[in-house]
């Protein structure tokens, strides 16, 4: 199973990476945790250089960069992991670069789209679960220190409505509510993943 959590930072996606390792570990499941970008050894030099403050950047160069640590996550570490039947759980994917490149940034979801599918070779994930928050709520409690964070409270609004509009109707994507706390949040992912 390939399971992607989503949502704005402060949204609990970390938190909810132990809580749901812990559970499944206890169901004789040991998923193999990771996040974007930075889920390899290339990727955590994409990252800094993503995330750095002082780093100004043109949003396609931005998409780009994401796109490029994706495929080489997709590569050496997801493909191979699902291969060899282990469980997958990701803080973030596909739908992260067309909310925040695609929507937010305004380079359109199609080049996104587009972009992603080269990378990672058509691979979806089985369940997505987006850790929705108000934007307010997220803008808040944010600390202002990367890139992305540094934004005004307008993108995370974009980055939401954006969210919430590609999960839809897309199968195996629910939207939870992040503001419960972090022990119900665990709980409604688990009722919806198939484990006993
Ligand atoms: P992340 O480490 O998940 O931050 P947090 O844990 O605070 O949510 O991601 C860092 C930032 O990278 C985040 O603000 C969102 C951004 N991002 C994109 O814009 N596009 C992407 O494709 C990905 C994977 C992340």
Redesign the pocket.
Known sequence: MFVVLEGP??SG??TQLKLLDEALRQKRIAPLIT???GGTELGAELREL??SPSRKMRPLTELLL?VADRHEHVEEVIRPSLDAGRWVIC??YVL??VA??GIARGLGAQIAMQLNDAATGGLAADYTFLLDLPPELAYERTGQRDR??GEGLDFYAKVRSAYLELLGSRPGAYVIDATLPPEEVCRSILARLPVP
Do not use: G, I
Request: hydrophobic share 30%.
């Open positions: 930072d402060a996606k970390s996040r974007e970008p993503l995330l994401m803080s973030r992260s670069s925040y490149q992305f964070e």
